[in-house]
């Protein structure tokens, strides 16, 4: 392998004229507004796992595979679908994603058996794979140079529907059965709807670039091959600290709230809106506060800070768990963006493979880490889980091992 550099960081791009920045800020809204409406279609998978658990008298390591079977899906796929789109774009490819996803919740309202579960998770998880790395690119381009910011307004929208999956559960769902699900086919349509449009500008903006040279970069820094992947390798081991905790919560928080404080479904639904909701919120820190002071400040204090107080949640009472929750989601959230972004200018022109790996590699830790953590529950208790989690974020400490890339690009500038 050659120890040429094979990287550098992009530095400023051209500006944009107003006209040209209120149309991208226009798409930004709508492709953030899209995320907001396929995670919440997707959360209500999560969300109803009591009512699954009880209509067809699943354990633990079932509900644990429902979460694989989406997960693994979309992990396996999404890389695959960024590393194709990286050369071949496809614009259009975003609705047709939609369509998967839509597909995937009609078929979760009527399914007769545990088998037709999971080929409608399965479906669940292919739309999220085309939705996520396409999506990804598209909010880069209508950054303005605001990478972080871009990413971090674009991840709130799905945290912001993700938080609302257990809400619209508790309130329409657990009244009214499985079958009212199918309603939310409605939520589905609207995305499609959107992301058309937002593939026409895409397509557009594709067809005025070919022919341009690239963007002038400014503070160019060299990284070796080896240095590029020991770093990627860093970040994969930060997010499965991050995703195999919030699996821990995304999945069986209502049972831990149930067994441990003998509330109801529906309460228990709400307290995880409210975790959830703090993630949407944390989010839109982390990707503005890291092009304001480094992504990797913001990367090292989002993992390990996190750990005080995921080590004093298995000891609290029901009003602490809640705050505890709130702060966990709070401080755990500030990281994707700013992880996501600094691997896309590790490796600058693979916005889709990069967004495709590490989306990908995210849902995989949440299938895997369901899965395992269900069958832990299962052998032991679900209050042991929470014991046996607590400890995920100290491997925030491996952040130190992460190259200085931004300290780089400044002293390749002057």
Known sequence: ???????????????KSPAAQGAAFRVLSAISFSHLLNDMIQSLILAIYP????????????????TLTYQITASLLQPVVGLYTDKHPKPYSLPVGMGFTLVGLLLLAVAPNFGMLLVAAALVGMGSSVFHPE?????RMASGGRHGMAQSFFQVGGNVGSSLGPLLAALIIVPHGRGSVAWFSVAALVAIFVLYHVSRWYAVQRAASKGKPAARRGGTVHLSRGKVLFAIGILLVLIFSKYFYLASISSYFTFYLISKFNVSVQSAQVH???????????????????????????IWGSILGAAPFTLMLPYANLFWTGILTVVIGLILASAFSAILVYA????????????????????GMGGVGAAVLGELADSTSIDFVYHVCAYLPLLGIVTILLPDVEGRKKTAAA
């Open 1 to 15: 392998m050659s120890s040429q550099p094979v990287t550098s960081l992009p530095g400023a791009e051209a500006p």
């Open 51 to 66: 009512l699954l658990k009880a209509g067809f008298d699943l354990s633990f390591g079932q509900v644990g595979l429902i």
């Open 135 to 139: 999506s990804s690119r598209v909010a």
């Open 272 to 298: 995880l809106f409210v975790f959830l909701f703090a993630v949407a919120a944390g989010t839109m820190i982390g990707g503005p506060l890291g092009d304001k002071i480094g992504r990797k400040y913001v």
């Open 344 to 363: 896309q200018e590790l490796m600058p022109g693979k916005v889709g493979t990069v967004s495709g790996l590490f989306f990908g590699f995210a849902f």
